[in-house]
């Protein structure tokens, strides 16, 4: 005869161990999309990694550089060229500008995303200062150096071959709380050695 104290105290874990495993699965769904939309280019995720820039074969793209803030923060951020043409394959380096325009010292969060999404994964982001948190004092400007490079297989593949140019895009958040809720975090790129917890 089966003792039911047992069965109810193996339903109890089994029960437990569901709401623990959904409750680790909510906490990971952030980072396993990045993840997913790192490996893919899905999204406008452009392909983060330490590859190093082929070389170039002669042909160039147009990438624009857009630079938004979002609202709660007294700040002023524009890219400091609008438009460049680079070579596809080779190393190249642009930057931002943002002056804290308060009277205390705030910190703001940048993501990022490019336009058109299909071109995402061949656009590859080396260096820049997305995911990190940024301190300016009151009145403080501060730069904000990126690098990056455009993979040439994006003339190459027929989906993107007709892409022409490029647009990389940053909004600064107050904290990547406010990012989360708006939705953006989700659908934002990872950063190399980034060291976020969602």
Not at 149 to 162: C, K
Not at 168 to 181: M, Q
Request: aromatic residues 10%; charged residues 15%.
């Amino acid at each position: 005869m089966r003792n039911p104290g047992a069965a109810n105290r193996i339903t109890g874990i089994a029960v437990v161990a569901i709401i623990a495993g959904m409750v680790g699965l909510s906490f990971a769904a952030i980072p396993l999309y990045r993840a997913f939309c790192a490996a893919t280019g899905y999204g406008g995720t452009p392909k983060i990694g330490v590859a190093t820039a082929p070389g170039g074969d002669g042909r160039t793209i147009r990438v624009r550089f857009n630079a938004d803030v979002n609202p709660g923060l007294p700040w002023t951020f524009a890219p400091d060229i609008v438009e460049v043409t680079v070579p596809l394959g080779e190393d190249n380096l642009a930057s931002y500008h943002a002056h804290n325009k308060s009277s205390r010292p705030v910190t703001g969060v940048a993501l990022y995303n490019i336009t058109p999404e299909r071109a995402a994964k061949y656009f590859h982001k080396t260096a820049c200062f997305c995911f990190n948190e940024q301190t300016l004092e009151p009145g403080q400007d501060m730069s904000f150096p990126l690098s990056f490079w455009v993979d040439p297989e994006i003339a190459r593949d027929p989906n993107t071959a007709n892409v022409g140019s490029i647009t990389l895009s940053y909004v600064f958040y107050t904290a990547l709380d406010d990012a989360a809720k708006s939705g953006a975090l989700a659908k934002a790129g990872p950063h190399v050695g980034a060291k976020i917890t969602n």
